[in-house]
């Protein structure tokens, strides 16, 4: 069956369908067309899922200590606590995050710019949670779980090795892309998709304390 990697991409997503070597990109227009993808086992999204109440997660602490040696750290952005979802105002999101995190911490302006995607996708979800959604980190596969790249995403030679390191069929699929989708987004949901096949074999790796969150999704980051 037919897996599926998610990357947030200007107020929509980009998805990457993998089955088997095939890859074949698509533009999904919100949270809910990307659980509504049929025949699909499992989808690996590059989006936080389960929110902290008052501090930082430890699966971002544990992943950005895992690409510090790769120099990619800095790609691992701090999540926004859950209280931030009520608004879409970045003052007033630095108010709420400093009024509830111990130490008091203001979410970054690259973190709140998630927030809709990251509110939108939370509800979606549903109560209790779909366990076939999982969070999972790009630079994490590319880095440590395909290997092969060095360089930083956007660059010729890190564009070369990210399409290499893949190891499909991601050059027919990047001909046939949807129209506007930028090539470090499809190459990012093609990472996506590789992790969310490792998930559906039972053979991927994670990062997080084990913990859940208020409403019962894992904070954790998978490849």
């Known amino acids: 069956m037919a897996v599926l ?14 089955d088997g070597r095939s890859v074949r990109l698509v533009v999904l227009a919100d949270a809910a067309a990307v659980l509504a993808v049929p025949d699909v086992e499992v989808v690996a999204v590059d989006m936080p899922i389960g929110l902290s109440e008052d501090g930082v997660r430890a699966c971002d602490v544990a992943a950005a200590g895992l690409l510090r040696p790769t120099g990619a750290a800095s790609s691992v952005s701090p999540t926004p606590v859950r209280a931030v ?13 400093r009024a509830v995190t111990v130490p008091p911490r203001a979410p970054s302006a690259q973190a709140f710019m998630l927030v809709r995607s990251i509110r939108a996708l939370d509800d979606v979800l549903g109560d209790p ?5 999982v969070e999972v980190h790009p630079e994490l596969a590319f880095r440590l779980g395909l290997g092969g790249v060095t360089d930083r995403k956007g660059t010729a030679r890190g564009s ?7 190891r499909t069929d991601v050059e027919e699929a990047l001909t046939d892309a949807p129209a506007g989708v930028p090539l470090v987004d499809a190459l990012d949901a093609c990472a996506a998709a590789w992790s969310a096949r490792r998930l559906a074999a039972g053979t991927a790796d994670r990062v997080g304390d084990g913990t859940t969150d208020s409403r019962g999704r894992p904070m954790r980051i998978c490849w």
Not at 5 to 18: I, S, T
Not at 129 to 133: A, F, I, K, L, M
Not at 160 to 166: E, F, K, S, T
């Open 5 to 18: 990697g998610v990357d947030g991409w200007r107020g929509a997503w980009v998805g990457a369908l993998l």
């Open 85 to 97: 979802l009520a608004t879409d105002d970045y003052a007033e999101a630095r108010v709420i995050s």
């Open 129 to 133: 949670p779909t366990d076939r959604v």
């Open 160 to 166: 070369v090795q990210r399409l290499r390191a893949l």
